[in-house]
């Protein structure tokens, strides 16, 4: 029978090999493997979940705290503020004034400076 085995079960007979026995035994911790495996990337895939809850959780925190102290407060403006808003836009006024001024001037300027080169032009002629 060389190597092969015979068990009888309930008036059955079974026959196997050396071969059979060293294929079953790598079934079944190639199974004891998958299972470790997947078991260590379950609990692994696990623990990030949690620190991203963590991390998360510390994020809405300081969100919170900037929503508290810093975010809602940003448009708020002081006095010290106020001032320097308005000496600034008090300042722009009266660029603003003074340029409108120099708008006619200017204009008259230019005419000055066209006639002038019209007089020069016909001297030349």
């Known amino acids: 029978m060389n190597g092969d085995h015979v068990v009888n079960l309930n008036g059955h007979k079974f026959k196997f090999s050396a071969r059979d026995i060293v ?14 495996s997947s078991t260590n990337r379950i609990d692994r895939n696990g623990r990030s979940i949690e620190e991203n809850d963590k991390r998360d959780d510390a994020q809405d925190a ?3 705290s900037m929503d508290t102290n ?4 940003s448009h708020e403006i002081d006095t010290s503020q106020q001032q320097t808003l308005d000496y600034h836009a008090k300042q722009l006024d009266q660029l ?9 001037k200017l204009d008259k300027l230019d005419q000055n400076v066209l006639w002038l080169m019209g007089k020069q032009l016909e001297g030349r002629k």
């Open 23 to 36: 294929y079953g035994v790598c079934l079944f911790l190639s199974i004891v493997g998958i299972y470790f």
């Open 62 to 64: 300081k969100i919170a």
């Open 96 to 104: 603003n004034n003074r340029f409108s001024e120099f708008g006619p």
């Open 70 to 73: 810093g975010t809602h407060r």
